[in-house]
Structures are given as C-alpha cells and as structure tokens.
C-alpha cells in the first residue's frame, strides 16, 4: 500500500489527505500546532468563548463538490445561510452612506436605487458580466488546471466568458470595477471584502478576477458553519479518520527527506524519521522548497529552489480583535440604511468600514496602520447561537494592512484599543463599556503560533492564465520535479480563502501518480 504524509493539516491538507485515505491510500497528516484546522479553525479563548480564527464566512468552498464527495453532513458539517450577505459603510462620516447586498439580486438592486440610483444601470450591467465569468471559475477550478480541460471548456457555450475571465486576470480590480461602478464608496467596498485579503492593492495588476466576489455572493451565497469556521475542518478531520487516515499533531517538520530523484519521508524537528511514499506540503510553499529542500536541493530541483530562494520573502499584512461583549455593535448608517431599504437584520453579516480608494493606496505604500483602516466588522453569535457565551455575543475585527513590525513591537502596541476605539467612535455610547475582554492576533502571532513566517498567509495570485500555462508548475501542477513530493494549500492553485479547491485537485494529482507508479 502506497504511504503518505500530508504536511499540515489546514482545510486544505484534510481535504487532500482525506480523498486520499478514501481511494485506499495510508495516510498520515503531521500537523506542528496542538490541533488541526489552521487558519479555518476555532478556538477555546477569552475564558470560555470559541472564536474563529479567521473569518467566519465561507463561499468557495460552497462551490465545490468536497462537501456532499466527503459526506460531511455525517461528520457534522451543517451551514447557515447569511442573508444579507453583506454591509458596506465608509469610515469618513458616521452620516455617510451605505450599502447592502441580499442573496436576491432584485432586492439588492431595489436597495441600490434607493442609497445609489445612479449605479443601479452598472449595478445590472456587471452582473450580466460577471456572473458567466463567476461560473467558468469555478469549472476551471474544479479540476487540476490543464491545456486540455481549458480547450475542452472552449469547445463548450458556456465558455463564451473565457475571454473576459483572462482579461479581467490580468487588469486591477479597481480597473475592472470602474468600468460599471462610478462611485467609489461602492469600489472600495468590493476591494476591502475581496482582493484587500490577499494583502494588494486596489491597483494591483492581476487582481481583477477579485472583481467577481460580489456576483460570486449572488451565485452561490454566503454561509456560516454551525460552531464556528472551525466546524469544517472538525468534518473534514472526521472523514479522513474514518476512512483510516491517522493525524498526529505536535508534530514539526525540519526537512523534507531525498533519496536520489524520490522522496523518501520528512525528519521532524525531535529527529524522527517519518518515511513515506509519498509527501504532500500544505504549508507555505517558500517554507517547503527553500527551508525544508536546501540548502542543497536534490538532482533536478535545483531551478525550483533557486527560483524560490530568489523571491523575497513578505510581510503579513493583517490583524484579528475578538472580543466578549454585552452591547452589539449598531453603526447609525446601518440603522438608516434599514429605515430607507426595509427591515433586515443588520447584526447577521460582516460588516466594511473602509476608507476612500485614495486612502487605501496611501496605506498600502506607507508600511503603518492607516489612520482609519480597512476593518472587517462581524458579530458571529448572533447567527449562530450556539457562538454565544451564556448572555453575551462575540465581535470579531479585522483589521487589514497591519504591517509585521510596528515600533516597539506589537506587544506594547497602543494600536489594537485604538480599532476598538475607532469603532466605538463609530457606533456611540455605550458599546465601549460592553466590552467584557478582549484579545488581539497580530502577524507576530500568526507566525509563532501557524508558522506564518513574518506572519505572511501566502495565496497563489497567477490567475487562471498562469494555470493554464502552467506558470511555477509546483504552484499550478502540484507536482514538484522531486518524484513523490508535491504542494498543495492556499499558496497553489486556485489559491487563499476557504476553498479547498487546491486540496481536492492536488488528490488527483497524486492518485495519477501513484496509478502510474
């Protein structure tokens, strides 16, 4: 029986390492942290409150077949649909305007021609866009990125948007939301919930295919796990041990191991040898190529790992506030936004609070946390009930461009009550002195505690263009010119956010090898 170990157990290693375990494969995932689900995870904090490591709103993963192929229903996975999905207000008045966006296009453009009237017409225009391109996506993503699939997909009708899609790959999402989006409130908005994540600028080529996250909403809708984030990778743990996959946590890899042109296995940092058939890398593919292949690369991967060796290495590029609290958040242009639009409850989606496009561009050069920042406003409980902690909600802040090193360290940073501040400043008495505690997580605990190195989340952004070329192959392939060893995770293709895409193509991948074998 052919041996695996997937390194790192994200929703992307457990999604791979699961197909695998099912297709009869023995498979062990090492995962360095106390318990699996990474970035997706949830976790005990705060005296007795589960927060989400991340944000807790998933789409493309709801886009995929991982769900219904893994049978995590039966492992507990169960979804609440967020309906509005999604608040946009502006930092610079508190009088200011607002946007919402409801799974019902008709109803989001009948809110539009009341807040924005004049963009209802692009409003509509972008749709009929976008939404062929949202579809091609996530057909292109479903599968390993090869010529073959793509020319098979331009043989077919609904490939009529494969033009745009490659267009729109390689333009800024400023630049492709312009064409339909006059106002820049709106722009800034669809920046902040989409590409801004991925640590780029609005201007930022290649970023333009970050321009379909408001017609993906629409398409697919946004949805929540029952018990956090985390409750995902919790299922996809539960298949991959019924299936007869084994995870061992505690366990840190050091190197990758080579006999001749093969993988033999990875050494962990205690000294043990964990020998194997085969290796799939979730994590940070720098850390896998540079760190754990050299300093001297085996036969064959020398032009990898000194392509990699090349690259600079990034700074992270954001921060999370959780907090306890008794008092919800409720931002006066949300609370006239609802008198205007009709009743909705304003407390269900993530709320933006972002600056001027201007401002954003500014942040992104200065290398400091804006003076007003791109934040990321969400009250998870109040969807979720089973979030609560006994008579109070949970808030989770976001807070985007939060460079890795700020003078004197993040440690005795007055930064994070400043957000706190900001946000009471923003939703009037009383909210402050609800606050029951608090805690922050900064790219210096990003990197200590998920070895982010400098606190840097990687994400594949060569687009569906570099797939199909098969541009850093080990990125759009998954395989490495290292027999055996291959990479998976939010740095390959289709890249970050919780996807598992990246995972279910790279379990192809490997079964197709192991077939040839």
Same mark, same amino acid.
């Given at each position: 029986?052919?041996?695996?170990?997937?390194?790192?157990?994200?929703? #992307?290693?457990?999604?791979?390492?699961?197909?695998?375990?099912?297709?009869?494969?023995?498979?062990?995932?090492?995962?360095?942290?106390?318990?699996?689900?990474?970035?997706?995870?949830?976790?005990?904090?705060?005296?007795?409150?589960?927060?989400? %490591?991340? #944000?807790?709103?998933?789409?493309?993963?709801?886009?995929?077949? %991982?769900?219904?192929?893994?049978? /995590?229903?039966?492992?507990?996975?169960?979804?609440?649909?967020?309906?509005?999905?999604?608040?946009?207000?502006? !930092?610079?008045?508190?009088?200011?305007?607002?946007?919402?966006?409801?799974?019902?296009?008709?109803?989001?453009?009948?809110?539009?021609?009341?807040?924005?009237?004049?963009?209802?017409? =692009?409003?509509?225009?972008?749709?009929?866009?976008?939404?062929?391109?949202?579809? /091609?996506?996530?057909?292109?993503?479903?599968?390993?990125?090869?010529?073959?699939?793509?020319?098979?997909?331009?043989?077919?009708?609904?490939?009529?948007?494969?033009?745009?899609?490659?267009?729109?790959?390689?333009?800024?999402?400023?630049?492709?939301?312009?064409?339909?989006?006059?106002?820049?409130?709106?722009?800034?908005?669809?920046?902040?919930?989409?590409?801004?994540?991925?640590?780029?600028?609005?201007?930022?080529?290649?970023?333009?295919? *970050?321009?379909?996250? %408001?017609?993906?909403?629409?398409?697919?809708?946004? =949805?929540?796990?029952?018990?956090?984030?985390?409750?995902?990778?919790?299922?996809?743990?539960?298949?991959?041990?019924?299936?007869?996959?084994?995870?061992?946590?505690?366990?840190?890899?050091?190197?990758?191991?080579?006999?001749?042109?093969?993988?033999? +296995?990875?050494?962990?940092?205690? $000294?043990?040898?964990?020998?194997?058939?085969?290796?799939?890398?979730?994590?940070?593919?720098?850390?896998?190529?540079?760190? !754990?292949? =050299?300093?001297?690369?085996?036969? *064959?991967?020398?032009?990898?790992?000194?392509?990699?060796?090349?690259?600079?290495?990034?700074?992270?590029?954001?921060?999370?506030?959780?907090?306890?609290?008794?008092?919800?958040?409720?931002?006066?242009?949300?609370?006239? /936004?609802?008198?205007?639009?009709?009743?909705?409850?304003?407390?269900?989606?993530?709320?933006?609070?972002?600056?001027?496009?201007?401002? %954003?561009?500014?942040?992104?050069?200065? $290398?400091?946390?804006?003076?007003?920042?791109?934040?990321?406003?969400?009250?998870?409980?109040?969807?979720?009930?089973?979030?609560?902690? +006994?008579?109070?909600?949970?808030?989770?802040?976001?807070?985007? !461009?939060?460079?890795?090193?700020?003078?004197? $360290? !993040?440690?005795?940073?007055?930064?994070?009550?400043?957000?706190?501040?900001?946000?009471?400043?923003?939703?009037?008495?009383?909210?402050?002195? +609800?606050?029951?505690?608090?805690?922050?997580?900064?790219?210096?605990?990003?990197?200590?505690?998920?070895?982010?190195?400098? =606190?840097?989340?990687?994400?594949?952004? +060569?687009?569906?263009?570099?797939?199909?070329?098969?541009?850093?192959?080990?990125?759009?392939?998954?395989?490495?010119?290292?027999?055996?060893?291959?990479?998976?995770?939010?740095?390959?293709?289709?890249?970050?956010?919780?996807?598992?895409?990246? $995972?279910?193509?790279?379990?192809?991948?490997?079964?197709?090898?192991?077939?040839?074998?």
């Amino acid at each position: 029986m052919t041996t695996v170990v997937v390194v790192g157990g994200g929703h #992307n290693g457990l999604v791979c390492a699961a197909y695998l375990a099912r297709a009869g494969l023995d498979v062990t995932v090492l995962e360095a942290g106390p318990d699996t689900g990474g970035c997706a995870a949830t976790v005990d904090a705060l005296d007795g409150a589960r927060v989400n %490591i991340c #944000n807790c709103d998933h789409t493309m993963v709801r886009t995929t077949t %991982i769900a219904d192929e893994l049978d /995590l229903a039966a492992h507990g996975l169960r979804y609440l649909d967020v309906d509005p999905q999604a608040l946009h207000v502006s !930092w610079d008045d508190a009088a200011g305007p607002a946007f919402v966006q409801f799974r019902d296009t008709e109803r989001t453009l009948d809110a539009l021609a009341v807040t924005h009237p004049t963009q209802v017409a =692009g409003y509509r225009r972008y749709l009929a866009d976008a939404t062929p391109v949202a579809r /091609l996506l996530v057909e292109l993503t479903s599968t390993p990125p090869t010529p073959g699939r793509v020319l098979r997909k331009l043989a077919d009708r609904k490939a009529l948007a494969l033009p745009r899609l490659l267009d729109w790959s390689r333009r800024s999402v400023a630049d492709v939301l312009g064409r339909y989006l006059t106002d820049e409130f709106l722009v800034a908005g669809a920046f902040t919930t989409g590409p801004a994540v991925w640590g780029v600028a609005p201007s930022t080529p290649g970023t333009g295919l *970050g321009a379909t996250g %408001i017609a993906m909403r629409h398409l697919v809708g946004i =949805g929540r796990p029952v018990g956090g984030s985390g409750a995902l990778p919790t299922a996809l743990r539960g298949a991959l041990e019924s299936a007869g996959g084994v995870v061992r946590t505690g366990a840190r890899v050091a190197r990758v191991l080579v006999e001749g042109p093969a993988v033999r +296995g990875v050494l962990l940092d205690t $000294g043990e040898e964990v020998r194997a058939d085969v290796v799939v890398s979730s994590v940070d593919p720098r850390t896998t190529v540079v760190d !754990w292949l =050299g300093p001297h690369p085996p036969s *064959g991967a020398e032009a990898m790992v000194a392509r990699w060796t090349g690259r600079p290495q990034p700074d992270g590029y954001e921060s999370k506030l959780d907090a306890v609290m008794g008092t919800l958040p409720v931002l006066p242009q949300v609370a006239r /936004l609802q008198d205007r639009v009709g009743p909705f409850d304003g407390h269900v989606p993530t709320t933006t609070l972002a600056p001027s496009l201007t401002s %954003i561009e500014a942040a992104h050069g200065a $290398g400091t946390v804006a003076a007003r920042p791109m934040a990321l406003v969400n009250t998870p409980s109040v969807l979720d009930p089973t979030m609560r902690v +006994g008579a109070d909600h949970l808030l989770s802040l976001e807070v985007l !461009w939060t460079p890795y090193a700020v003078p004197g $360290g !993040w440690a005795s940073s007055a930064e994070p009550q400043r957000w706190l501040d900001l946000l009471a400043a923003q939703v009037g008495p009383g909210f402050a002195a +609800g606050i029951r505690r608090w805690r922050v997580v900064t790219p210096e605990d990003y990197e200590r505690d998920l070895g982010m190195p400098r =606190g840097w989340a990687p994400s594949f952004s +060569g687009g569906p263009l570099a797939a199909l070329v098969g541009r850093d192959r080990e990125l759009t392939r998954y395989a490495t010119p290292v027999r055996g060893l291959y990479l998976t995770g939010a740095g390959t293709f289709p890249g970050a956010g919780v996807w598992g895409a990246s $995972g279910r193509n790279a379990a192809a991948v490997v079964l197709a090898g192991v077939q040839r074998a």
